[in-house]
């Protein structure tokens, strides 16, 4: 029986979320928290092994008291069990840290029942870094494997899987030993709707609770704002495209113009003085 894990977030909705013209930061409160959509399709790819071979599915979280709704949606979609690790020290962590924290939740929760499987979405669409998961498979040293698009096999009493891995120009079919780390693609499967006893389950659900206090051997210097190297000095929107220009008249005028605006743009296509 496979006790697979899958690390989660809740994010901010990126398709509605605003920045702040003042500040040069995201304006949160402007778009409803949801699951990162990456990290949906981990769980339901968790979900889809258990029932190939049996076992059971946990998700966990490193968030505000609010990311309890990240987990609910979770256990619609077909988990056992959350835990979420929420602490003021936590905040303000970049990937370093939040793989750190993540991985100390791992831990314990190994501790409670030993771990075959650890899923990951590839990237979450608030920070786009995909370097949590792999972060946080180097500090468990257990073997990365990233941009999985489909799962062939797993085979607990052999300690093995076989993963399809996407790249730019094909894929690759890895053999990797158990536990091991993937980070999945979002064409790995396709979300079914919940089923009414999951939602009713999740209406329900209370999720596991730890703060800094509840984990074990730790570095506190590691977590949160202390924790992360890494500095964003400054983030703003891209500016809007101007508008195209209309092109007017009959065919030849409209030919000619085109022609007048690509030999003023020529620097952009490498054109050079004696080429018209």
Not at 20 to 48: C, F, G, Q, W
Not at 192 to 209: G, H, I
Not at 228 to 234: D, E, G, L, R, W
Not at 245 to 255: D, F, I, R, S, Y
Request: glycine share 8%.
């Amino acid at each position: 029986m496979l006790h697979i894990v899958a690390c989660i977030k809740q994010v901010p909705d990126t398709k509605i979320i605003k920045m702040n013209p003042k500040t040069n930061t995201m304006d949160r409160s402007s778009a409803p928290a949801i699951l990162n959509p990456y990290d949906a399709h981990a769980v339901e790819e968790a979900v889809r092994l258990k029932a190939r071979y049996g076992g059971t599915v946990s998700v966990v979280t490193m968030g505000p008291p609010p990311a309890v709704k990240a987990i609910k949606k979770c256990i619609e979609i077909g988990a056992d069990e959350g835990y979420l690790v929420t602490d003021r020290a936590f905040a303000g962590a970049d990937t370093l840290a939040t793989s750190y924290t993540v991985t100390k939740a791992l831990e314990k929760i190994s501790k409670i029942k030993p771990i075959d499987l650890i899923l990951c979405g590839k990237m979450t669409i608030d920070g786009d870094t995909g370097q949590v998961g792999p972060g946080i498979a180097r500090r468990l040293d257990i073997p990365p494997l990233t941009n999985v698009k489909k799962v062939e096999s797993v085979n607990k009493e052999e300690g093995y899987c076989v993963i399809h891995r996407k790249l730019e120009d094909g894929y690759e079919v890895i053999r990797s030993t158990l536990p091991c780390l993937f980070s999945v693609e979002k064409d790995i499967n396709d979300i079914p709707y919940s089923t009414m006893p999951n939602m009713l389950r999740a209406a329900r659900y209370k999720p596991v609770v730890w703060s800094v206090n509840d984990l074990e051997d730790v570095d506190r210097t590691l977590f949160g704002l202390k924790g992360s190297p890494t500095i964003v000095a400054k983030v703003w929107p891209p500016e809007k495209p101007k508008g195209g220009e209309m092109l007017a008249g009959g065919a030849k005028e409209q030919v000619a113009r085109l022609l007048e605006i690509l030999w003023e743009k020529k620097e952009l296509f490498g054109m050079k003085e004696g080429a018209r």
